[in-house]
């Protein structure tokens, strides 16, 4: 059965732990999309963290910016697609394209693509408006367009957890 699920949460909240997690458990095909490109040192150990934590038993697409088409062509292929994360997603259509605008065109088609899935879709976000109001006209504008993809994600599926302090808090279909 299709199971649709939105991890958001604070970082080093536990949200890839818990989606890693969640989908190991319950599903055999299993489909990575990460939508980290790697820009230094730094990154690239986070994403050996990342790989080692999955396993061999993951297939692994890297996207920047075709997220929506990613999940429309492997989501025939799998049991489930995990994403993560749709915040460094839409820092790279920032830097791309600019507009909130098209941004928020991109995530209505990610949504479609959720949607019309026939497999299982996890998606692995930041919470990233719990915080102090930025000082800096950027980081202000990447709090609001990162708000306006997680609402209209978290909208479109079944399930929404929010992680805090690595305890998963149901927002939305779940019970524990």
């Known amino acids: 059965m299709k199971d649709t699920l939105f991890v958001t949460g604070g970082c080093r909240s536990g949200k890839s732990g818990f989606a890693l997690g969640y989908a190991n458990d319950r599903f055999k095909q299993k489909v990575f999309i990460a ?9 690239q150990q986070r994403i050996r963290e990342h ?3 999955r396993g061999h038993d993951w297939q692994t697409l890297e996207v920047s910016t075709s997220l929506p088409e990613a999940v429309a062509s492997r989501s025939g292929k799998a049991d489930v697609i995990l994403v993560d994360c749709l915040t460094l997603w839409v820092s790279s259509l920032m830097a791309k394209e600019g507009s909130q605008e098209e941004i928020l065109a991109h995530t209505d088609a ?30 202000r504008r990447f709090r609001d367009v990162a ?5 209209k994600v978290s909208g479109c599926v079944d399930r929404v957890v929010w992680m805090v302090a690595g305890i998963p808090v149901p927002i939305k279909g779940m019970r524990f």
């Open 51 to 53: 790989q080692k934590a």
């Open 110 to 139: 990610l949504t479609h693509a959720i949607c019309k899935a026939p497999c299982s879709v996890i998606l692995v976000s930041n919470e990233v408006g719990c915080g102090i109001i930025p000082e800096n006209r950027l980081a």
């Open 35 to 43: 939508t980290c490109c790697e820009k230094d040192k730094e990154m």
């Open 147 to 151: 708000g306006l993809v997680n609402q």
